[in-house]
């Protein structure tokens, strides 16, 4: 059975950091693509970023880049996001996500429960 379990979400300041974590298990976690995306309060599913860590090709949505960090750790089946100078618009449901394909096709098949972020002074 595939599972998806995140965890790191808090109450942070704005310019603030947070590490997100996703533990996957049940897949051959090295051989996928990973995915962050999250939903604000009353709005859509926003993408994040994604990552291939078996072509060693990462990506990321133009409103986090620079400020967030995707990575892997294969001998954990985790996959993390380290969040750096965090604003108000960041608050949200982040979600990890398995890819089916190519991290630009932005298709997913397994989904964790999700992890609040939320940033307030």
């Known amino acids: 059975e595939v599972q998806l379990v995140e965890s790191g979400g808090g109450l942070v300041q704005p310019g603030g950091s947070l590490r997100l974590s996703c533990a996957a298990s049940?897949?051959?976690?090295?051989?996928?693509?990973m995915s962050w995306v999250r939903q604000a309060p009353g709005k859509g599913l926003e993408w994040v970023s994604s990552i291939d860590s078996y072509i060693s090709n990462t990506s990321y949505a133009d409103s986090v880049k620079g400020r967030f960090t995707i990575s892997t750790d294969n001998a954990k089946n985790t996959v993390y996001l380290q969040m750096n100078s965090l604003k108000f618009e960041d608050t949200a449901m982040y979600y990890c996500?398995?890819?089916?394909?190519?991290?630009?096709?932005?298709?997913?098949?397994?989904w964790g429960q999700g992890t609040q972020v939320t940033v307030s002074s």
């Open positions: 049940g897949f051959a976690f090295e051989y996928y693509a």
């Open positions: 996500a398995r890819n089916t394909g190519p991290i630009m096709a932005h298709e997913y098949d397994y």
